[in-house]
Nanobody, 126 residues
Framework: QVQLVESGGGLVQAGGSLRLSCAAS????????MGWFRQAPGKEREFVAA????????EYADSVKGRFIISRDNAKNTGYLQMNSLKPEDTAVYYC???????????????????WGQGTQVTVSS
């Protein structure tokens, strides 16, 4: 299994920036991709962004394209989500998750993410 620990959440004003980190430990070699998801109060969890550990291929939700940047540091087994131009509607608990190797081609947003971190709160004030 892969253990994931998020950090970097907090309170920021609209237009500001935050960087989330996700440190992975355990069977990290079995992880194919890392994703970020978020869940706002009263809403379902939604995909935000994902990156393959190899090659750095990325995918973003339309709502964050051009504002968020996902990256990874393979040497540190750590992933990052740089969030810029934050909006109040970005307020949510953000989770990182790990997905194993798919059986065939699959969009990063549709992989089976079966290892999850505990989440970190991001609050954007207007």
């Amino acid at each position: 299994q892969v253990q994931l620990v998020e950090s970097g959440g907090g309170l920021v004003q609209a237009g500001g920036s935050l960087r989330l980190s996700c440190a992975a430990s355990g069977r990290t070699f079995s992880s194919y991709a890392m994703g970020w998801f978020r869940q706002a109060p009263g809403k379902e969890r939604e995909f935000v962004a994902a990156v393959r550990w190899s090659y750095g291929v990325t995918e973003y939700a339309d709502s964050v394209k051009g504002r968020f940047i996902i990256s990874r540091d393979n040497a540190k087994n750590t992933g990052y989500l740089q969030m810029n131009s934050l909006k109040p509607e970005d307020t949510a608990v953000y989770y990182c998750a790990a997905a194993g190797l798919p059986s065939g081609y699959q969009r990063l947003s549709l992989l089976l993410y079966d290892q999850w971190g505990q989440g970190t709160q991001v609050t954007v004030s207007s």
